[in-house]
């Protein structure tokens, strides 16, 4: 699985877009980017997954640059309940639940 | 809610001992993972179930070990327990449909003393 980048800690205040940035340069064709994210103790909870296409849900956007070679997931209006551990992870298809986590962005929002 | 489940919350354990940690995935599901995840660290994958056999294994040494049963529930079994293992485990089910998501469990916090 190919390898990711993101930065080690960001900041948002509460109301604004949470912009949390991935770099994975070496990502394969068959690959995809999946956003995960870890509350203090709790299990990653599953955010958003795309392939080359923008992709929104209720929670998220995200964003792959049109080489594919880097994301954005954007959260429109962070709430401190969004302050966590954003994992960006490459995963193939086919290979259901075998996920490659990196250290993550700590995302801390304030008032 | 994600109805991925994991007992116990919370366990402390010997070194030397041996520990089951058990799991119960999402209704539907037919593939379990196990991770483990230390202090200040992502979560690392140590071995995936299939119709209950294992297809999948991280870097870890044998003495950690599964099992899937027939309704898909599942136990991670350590031996030999470390210090070094004192660690959160966490359980992820899924389906073996393509770029599926996964969905973890709570996790289970050992302490190995």
């Known amino acids: 699985d190919a390898k990711t980048t993101q930065p080690t800690s960001m900041d948002c205040a509460e109301g604004r877009a949470a912009n949390l940035p991935c770099n994975h340069s070496?990502?394969?064709?068959?690959?995809?980017v999946y956003w995960y994210r870890q509350i203090h103790s709790q299990g990653p909870q599953y955010i958003i997954h795309g392939l080359k296409n923008n992709e929104t849900n209720e929670m998220a956007s995200l964003i792959i640059t049109e080489d594919r070679k880097s994301s954005t997931l954007i959260l429109p209006h962070a709430t401190l309940r969004d302050t966590a551990v954003y994992y960006c992870?490459?995963?193939?298809?086919?290979?259901?639940?075998?996920?490659?986590f990196g250290t993550g962005t700590r995302l801390q929002v304030t008032l | 809610e994600t109805g991925v489940t994991q007992s116990p919350t919370h366990l402390i354990k010997t070194r030397g001992q041996q520990v089951t940690l058990r799991c119960s995935s999402q209704?539907?599901?037919?593939?379990v993972s196990w991770y483990q995840q230390a202090l200040g660290q992502g979560p690392q994958f140590i071995f995936q179930?299939?119709?209950?056999?294992?297809?999948g294994r991280g870097n870890f040494p044998p003495r950690f070990s599964g099992l899937q049963f027939p309704n898909y529930s599942s136990e991670l079994n350590v031996n030999a327990l470390e210090l070094d293992d004192s660690a959160l485990y966490l359980c992820?089910?899924?389906?073996?449909?393509?770029?599926?998501?996964?969905?973890f469990g709570q996790g289970t916090r050992l302490t190995v003393v």
């Open positions: 992820a089910s899924s389906s073996t449909s393509e770029n599926t998501e996964a969905f």
């Open positions: 209704s539907g599901h037919n593939t």
């Open positions: 070496t990502i394969s064709g068959n690959e995809y």
């Open positions: 992870i490459v995963r193939r298809t086919g290979t259901a639940s075998k996920l490659t």
């Open positions: 179930y299939y119709r209950e056999e294992e297809n």
